[in-house]
């Protein structure tokens, strides 16, 4: 093992949170002056899955970058009541802020988020110019539309061309066609409200908050006002994952920001979601690290200090 850990608590308006540090054991290297914070992705607490927030950390901080993870206000140990990754700004300024307590040499810090702790980094980067970069895993970009659109694409279209299918459609098995006439309908329905509502303001101003832009589309407004460098990391059998790839990364927003700010787009093969496979997961570690570690020798936008979240 070459770190160590602790655990600490600190608070999120007047409630407890709970934190855990990695902190690397090579007291030969340089004073750290990046730290990793995991985002978790909810509902979900410090440990992750297959606990693979716990493995990220360590492998990090084996690599000489400090990692944290904690618990949300409402998850985990952590009191209060639970909230939606929109309303978590202030719990992850509270972490950052006790982060950068526990390891008094960092400056800055990678946000790595899963899920909707993707998403919810993408919605916090502009607001704190402590953050120097973004890790997404299968970001969080859900509507209702999108999920149709993919489940038809990625599932009824492959079905299509499934032997099973047609040797039971042959033998007079017909297959239920209820969820297809009923994902269809979603998808037309979605279709006509769109080109029936007023088309939106130019959304070119920096300072445009993008309010009534769909989630996909708001996701990737933000991720290009905060000027961070960022990587994404995409399952190859995740809906979620796929969802994204057809809802966001083609929009003008996403292109924006990943032409100018991107690392890149990597693909996981046979992983799920949450990344179970152990050799995705180990994959999923390294890589973050990689990317965390080159975000690092990259020179700060802004200089250290935390702007007030409005």
Known sequence: MKHSERAFQFECQGEPLVGIVSLPLDATAPPPEVGLLIVV???????????????????AADQGLPAMRFDYRGMGDALGEMRTFESVDDDLRAAIDAFLREVPTLRRVVLWGLCDGASASCFYAPRDPRVGGLILVNPWVHTTEGAAATS????????????????????????????????????????????????????NARHDSAAGLPLPQRTGHQLSLSGVPVAVVLSDDDKVAREFEGRALPTPQWQRALQAQSIGVTHLAQ?????????ARA????????????????APRHPAHPRPIP
């Open 152 to 203: 038809l694409r990625h599932y009824y279209l492959q079905r299509l061309f499934s032997g099973a299918l047609w040797k039971k459609v042959l033998s007079g098995q017909l297959p239920r066609i209820g969820p297809l006439l009923k994902l269809l309908g979603t998808v037309v329905r979605s279709r006509v409200s769109t080109w029936a509502r007023p088309p939106l303001p130019a959304a």
């Open 41 to 59: 992705g909810g509902p979900q607490y410090r440990v992750g899955s297959h606990r693979l927030f716990v493995r990220l950390a360590r492998r």
């Open 271 to 279: 992983a799920d979601h949450t990344v179970t496979s152990p050799e």
């Open 283 to 298: 994959e999923l570690c390294q890589l973050s690290v990689t990317w965390a570690l080159q975000m690092a020798s990259q």
